[in-house]
């Protein structure tokens, strides 16, 4: 059975950092381009990160380049979305997403994020 199960949203000071997890099950991550998102209240989703199959090239949106990491480790099977200097405008339901073609994450960003399944979401909360 297909599965993703986020964690490790929460409550977060400006400047402050939290650590995701996009742990799946049914599926090898390491296959697919996997994809962290974000919906804000009244707000399109985004398209945070992504992390291509195989050699795991990179995608960060110009928001959060610099201070968002995105990582896999093959080993849990589990992809992981360290967020460094948070801002109040970084809050947000966060999704992770896995795509089934093979393709690299900056071509499916460039397509439109066709993404073929989907996590439930981690609320992450920005504020003082």
């Known amino acids: 059975q297909l599965q993703f199960v986020e964690s490790g949203g929460g409550l977060v000071q400006p400047g402050g950092s939290l650590r995701l997890s996009c742990a799946a099950s049914?599926?090898?991550?390491?296959?697919?381009?996997i994809g962290w998102f974000r919906q804000a209240p009244g707000k399109e989703r985004e398209g945070v990160s992504c992390?291509?199959?195989?050699?795991?090239?990179?995608y960060y949106a110009d928001s959060v380049k610099g201070r968002f990491t995105i990582s896999r480790d093959n080993a849990n099977n589990t992809v992981y979305l360290q967020m460094n200097s948070l801002k109040p405008e970084d809050t947000a339901v966060y999704s992770c997403?896995?795509?089934?073609?093979?393709?690299?994450?900056?071509?499916?960003?460039?397509?439109?994020?066709?993404?073929?399944?989907w996590g439930k979401g981690t609320l992450v909360t920005v504020s003082s």
């Open positions: 997403a896995a795509e089934w073609s093979g393709r690299t994450c900056t071509v499916v960003a460039a397509s439109g994020w066709a993404m073929d399944y």
């Open positions: 049914g599926f090898t991550l390491d296959y697919y381009a």
């Open positions: 992390i291509s199959g195989g050699e795991g090239a990179t």
